[in-house]
Structure formats: C-alpha cells, structure tokens
C-alpha cells in the first residue's frame, strides 16, 4: 500500500513523472526485446520460476545467519528493489517467505513478475521513503543504474528492520576495461553509445557476446542503461560500515560485487 501511494505522488510532480517515463521505456525495451530464445542463448530458462531459482539464489547468498540445515526465509517479510521479471522474487517465494514486494523501473518487467507475485508494481528506487518494515532487502545489479548509487543504497537500508539483512549486487570496478570503455565512469565510448539506435545497440551486443562471451540480453543489460557506475569492493563494504551494519559477507561473482550485511 506504501508503495502505492509513493507511485501516485510521483505521478503528480510531472518533472519526476516525466523523467520516470523516459527511463521506463529505455527498461521496457530490454525486457520486452531481449529475452528471445537466441538473445538468451544457453540460459533460455533464466527467468522461469523454478527450483534452479532458489540454487542460484543460495549459491550467491553466504549469510547464513537465518540459514539453517535447511535454507529458509520462512516468516520473513522481503522486498526485491528492483525485480525485473522477478527472477529472485520466485527464489524467495520458494524458500518460504511470508511476504515478497517486488518493484521495478520498467512496467514490462512487472508485467511478467505479476505473474508470480501481485505485490508488484511500478516504482522507482530514489522515491522509497522511511519505512522499517522488512526483514530482508533484496537490490540485484541496480542501484549502479540510478544517478546517485550511494543515495539509493541509503533508500535500500531506510526499508530494512533492526536485525534485517540487505542483499547487493554492483558493478566491480576492476573489470571495467573488460567492457571496453561502456562501463564505469562516464566516457566517450557511453555517449556514442547513447547517440545510436536500439538496432545499433542489439548488432554491438551481439559481437559483444560473440566475441567475450555472454548473451545479447547480458551485454544489452550491461551497456544500455544510461548510468553504469562501478565501485571497488572496499568501497561497497564502506558503505555497509556507515550505515551501521554487522556481519558484513561477500558473495562468489567473476564480474560483479555480491554483498550482504546484517543492520543494526
């Protein structure tokens, strides 16, 4: 209910409203576009809600302090910050959540992550206000899309209860030149990209993924959104540190920072 009264206010202050539809439909495009059986390759079944969900999900999430011999979220009230099609939104699901909110910039991913949760809607990540309510704060290769990450990561943590665990992924900085100059800080290379065509942009990410490996929809994904910041792993633990959390636990990832932390 918060969240849907937070999209209305954003609706009626039309400089916010007329932002948020630009970028909706940069969002809506990948999801739409990219996620044919070819764009996806060898991971055409990545956004189906199914048991692989939970596995992948687990093999990222190393704070066991809720985990027992048995995985679980039972009881617990979680928010996926954006869900797209609500990949980790099933994950949790199946692991026993009492409640998911799944929200996301684009309307095309909630349409989809409705399918398995009607708590979803569209919103954006820098409107979330105050709101202790959530036992586990889920933002999966997000905030390091918005134009402040370090802003959105404190929206992130205004959501979480005392004892609550945020669960991140962000760009590493130290692969930035394996992206060849279109991720990371600002650079020649994302205003170009910016001045092509979406048919331009789906031709560089398919020699992208011909050439690095990978899929369309991952090099899309990783070149298309406006902003690509990208941060070192002390950074990121910095951040945790600030805002007051413990039990700070790095995840297993080639490309990107996987990090979660209990708030204290």
């Keep these: ?49 199914n048991e692989k969900r939970v596995k992948e999900f687990l093999n990222q999430f190393k704070n066991k302090s809720w985990l027992s011999k048995k995985p679980t979220f039972k009881e617990k009230v979680c928010l996926d910050a954006g869900c797209g099609p609500g990949r980790w939104t099933c994950a949790l699901q199946k692991l026993g959540a009492k409640r998911v909110d799944s929200f996301d910039f684009s309307s095309e991913a909630i349409t989809r992550c409705k399918k398995i949760n009607p708590n979803a ?59 060849e100059g279109y991720r990371g800080k600002p650079t020649k290379k994302r205003e170009e990209w910016k001045s092509l065509t979406m048919e331009k942009k789906l031709k560089l990410s398919k020699q992208f993924a011909e050439k690095k490996g990978g899929n369309v929809h ?47």
């Excluded at 849907?4 to 009626?12: A, P």
């Excluded at 539809?21 to 079944?45: P, R």
């Excluded at 990208?230 to 007051?244: A, D, L, Q, R």
Aim: charged residues 30%.
């Design 121 to 179: 809607y569209v919103f954006d990540i820098m409107k979330l206000e105050e709101n202790h309510v959530y036992d586990f704060v889920l933002s999966w290769g997000v905030i390091h899309h918005t134009n402040n990450p370090r802003k959105a990561f404190s929206k992130l943590v205004s959501q979480l209860k005392k004892g609550g665990i945020l669960h991140i992924m962000i760009y590493d900085e130290k692969n930035d030149d394996f992206y």
């Design 218 to 264: 991952g090099w899309f994904d990783a070149l298309n959104p406006e902003f690509n910041w990208s941060y070192t792993k002390e950074e990121i633990k910095e951040w945790f540190v600030e805002e007051g959390f413990s039990k700070i636990k790095e995840g297993d990832m080639k490309f990107n920072i996987n990090m979660n932390g209990v708030f204290e």
């Design 1 to 49: 209910m918060l969240i849907l009264l937070l999209i209305i206010v954003t609706i009626l202050n039309t400089k916010n409203f007329l932002f948020f539809i630009k970028k909706m439909a940069e969002f809506d495009y990948q999801w739409k576009y990219t996620l044919n059986k070819e764009d996806l390759e060898n991971e055409e079944d990545k956004f189906e809600c």
